[in-house]
């Protein structure tokens, strides 16, 4: 059964699954009957937000010592990955800096704002 969009005077829009493309449309929650709209084009497979900035490389020989290839590729993923997360904030993860990482602090690190376990504040 195909699925197709409606849209009511109400404001409502929808999607149904009908029998066939000759069945009436169904009733809208208001009592009224909506008009079919143009179905948009859906493909089949998954999203994917691509690699994050933690995949990326962070060292020389990550980059295959400076690969042409290796570092254009890496530059045009961030930067999609960059576009994606000024779109969609919530992908970004927290981007506040890392003030400490050792010691104590290696299993979860000291970042911007946060307070210092074991001070007191005043």
Request: charged residues 25%; aromatic residues 6%; proline residues 11%.
């Amino acid at each position: 059964m195909p699925i197709y969009d409606y849209a009511c005077d109400c404001g409502n829009r929808f999607e149904a699954l009908v029998p066939s493309s000759a069945s009436p449309a169904p009733s809208c929650a208001c009592g009224s009957s909506p008009r079919r709209l143009p179905s948009a084009v859906r493909l089949g497979g998954v999203a994917s937000a691509g690699p994050s900035r933690d995949d990326a490389p962070k060292s020389w020989r990550g980059t295959r010592n400076g690969d042409r290839e290796t570092v254009r590729h890496w530059h045009q993923q961030m930067t999609r990955r960059e576009k994606l997360e000024q779109k969609y904030p919530e992908l970004a993860g927290d981007r506040r800096p890392v003030l400490a990482h050792e010691g104590r602090f290696a299993a979860a690190p000291l970042r911007a704002g946060d307070p210092v376990p074991g001070e007191s504040a005043s």
